[in-house]
């Protein structure tokens, strides 16, 4: 049986989208398997290559066709929701509301961004069957590996998307690859790899394509690896070098919200900055809220951790709580406390906050269908999302923030770049996922951010996994999870801005236009037919 035939069948196209599916979502999940990912997608590729000339699907068939690719996909990416369970740090979760929560959201999720991708695939069938891509079928691959990186964009344009399972991920061990995004995002890796196994699948449909579409793929491969190594050894201009220490409590979820907590989490905290400052740190950063409380100057809170600011003669970055009386709520913040124990007046709040965690969106829906999901809100209500950047501007560096799920939107920390920030520090709290692949996952998150702006990049987390991440997306300081201690290192301050901080999406605003155009001259053309047939 050839690959033509094989894809043809409607069993076998399942098994093709199963094995893609499952193969690259576990490219994320253990990303030292990451040159895999290369060729993962072929199998995909042969069935949108060949959905294109297949003539009796209809469309409906082919989102069937694209939520089940994506589905397999995302439950593999999100299998770290089980790690959840029993959800013991929210107070009244039973076991049996536990479960719902979990499943809700490892497979919840998992549909949710599954519908999504079914829409992709309908993109991608009415773009190769237009007469421009019928007739420059040779194109095809590289119009696929387009239309992905613009889907996986739109991730990022509501709370519904969650740009969690990005394809650059699993390249997080093999980082000279990753160089370009410096030049054109991470959407351009993205754009990379699809088009690779694209170009394969391409040449197993078309052997007589063979030779040129190995060329292709080679030249792609070439230049990413190519121009990865000469951006990956080019210096940093860096204005010097800072010693920044990021404090990891391993004070859970769990632990920090229970009564009686907030002794052991001063203790924990006072001793590991004492420790850090000996060791001539200029900035700790701490995880996010790891006070969980409002504070203030004047409160017992603020004067902790004055006091101790003033004693170790270091800047400390506090997660914690800020109040807005005027909308009458709270923000997740991360509050500067200078070595003379005052508070830095730039206080910077965290702009993308995590759905059932800090916000419940359509709360009234999900309070009759699903009830456990409405409670998942740790405070007793909303969180506040920031709106601005707010660079902290110290003596010892311009310093931009970014909170947990901040890090996984690029434009956050390119917005922080543009207004001067000269190194990134990131608090996280990752304790929800105990030790599972998701730490990892995330930190990769901030590999990107790292690269795409030429930053380094301190990242504090409550339980783990806490790192030093350099401008060329290199960790070269990493605490396990799980543990309470530290990362130390120095970082470089650098003022200057990669292509892709002075451009940003450039690169998919082309591929939408040339999506757009291409449909637009379509339509134009079928409708011309049809007055011609009148």
Excluded at 38 to 50: E, R
Aim: proline share 3%.
């Amino acid at each position: 049986m050839n690959v033509n035939a094989f894809a043809e069948k409607r069993i076998y196209r399942f098994l093709l989208l199963a094995i893609g599916g499952v193969l690259t979502g576990l490219m994320l999940v253990f990303p030292k398997l990451g040159f895999l990912e290369w060729v993962t997608l072929i199998p995909v590729g042969i069935f949108l290559l060949s959905e294109a000339d297949a003539p009796h699907t209809r469309m409906r068939g082919t989102y069937g066709y694209g939520f089940f690719f994506f589905f397999c996909y995302y439950v593999v990416v999100f299998h770290w929701f089980v790690n959840l369970y029993p959800l013991d740090f929210i107070y009244g979760m039973t076991p049996v509301a536990a479960l719902a929560v979990v499943l809700a959201g490892s497979i919840g999720l998992s549909a949710l961004q599954a519908l999504f991708g079914g829409l992709m695939f309908m993109v991608v069938r009415l773009c190769l069957r237009t007469r421009f891509l019928s007739e420059k079928r040779l194109l095809r691959p590289f119009c696929v590996a387009g239309i992905w990186a613009v889907y996986e964009w739109t991730q990022t344009l509501g709370w519904w998307g969650v740009p969690w399972g990005r394809l650059p991920i699993g390249q997080s061990e093999y980082i000279v690859g990753l160089q370009t995004a410096s030049l054109f995002g991470s959407y351009f890796i993205t754009f990379a790899i699809v088009a690779v196994n694209l170009c394969i699948a391409y040449a197993l449909l078309e052997r007589k394509s063979l030779k040129l579409m190995g060329i292709c793929a080679a030249a792609v491969l070439v230049f990413q690896y190519g121009a990865g190594t000469a951006l990956y050894f080019i210096d940093s201009k860096n204005e010097g070098t800072i010693k920044i220490a990021a404090i990891q409590g391993n004070v859970s979820s769990l632990d920090k919200w229970s009564v009686g907590s907030t002794q052991k989490t001063y203790d924990i905290y006072e001793e590991l900055t004492l420790k850090a400052a000996q060791e001539g740190a200029d900035i700790v950063v701490w995880p996010e809220t790891a006070l969980p409380y409002v504070i203030e100057p004047d409160d017992s809170y603020g004067e902790f951790c004055s006091e101790l600011a003033m004693e170790a003669g270091v800047t400390i970055l506090v997660g914690a709580f800020t109040e807005d009386e005027e909308l009458d709520g709270e923000y997740n913040s991360i509050i500067a406390i200078l070595p003379d124990g005052s508070f830095h007046e730039t206080v910077y709040s965290k702009r993308r906050l995590v759905p059932f965690g800090e916000f419940v969106p359509f709360k009234e829906v999900f309070e009759v269908i699903i009830p456990p999901l409405a409670e998942l809100v740790m405070s007793e209500e909303d969180v506040l999302a920031g709106s601005e950047a707010n660079v902290i501007v110290l003596e010892e560096a311009n310093v931009g923030s970014l909170i947990c799920f901040d890090s996984i939107y690029e434009e956050l920390a390119r917005d922080a770049t543009k207004k001067g920030a000269q190194v990134i520090c990131l608090s996280t709290n990752d304790s929800w996922f105990s030790d599972s692949a998701a730490l990892y996952m995330h930190n990769a998150q901030a590999q990107l951010r790292a690269i795409e702006n030429g930053r380094y990049v301190a990242r504090a987390a409550n339980t783990g996994i806490s790192t030093i991440i350099t401008d060329k997306g290199k960790v070269v300081c990493e605490l396990e999870p799980l543990v309470d201690g530290m990362v130390i290192g120095e970082v470089e301050v650098n003022s200057h801005k990669t292509l892709y901080t002075q451009i940003g999406n450039v690169f998919v605003y082309l591929w939408i236009a040339a999506i757009a155009v291409l449909l637009a001259f379509e339509t134009a053309f079928m409708i011309k037919s049809k007055k011609k047939n009148k």
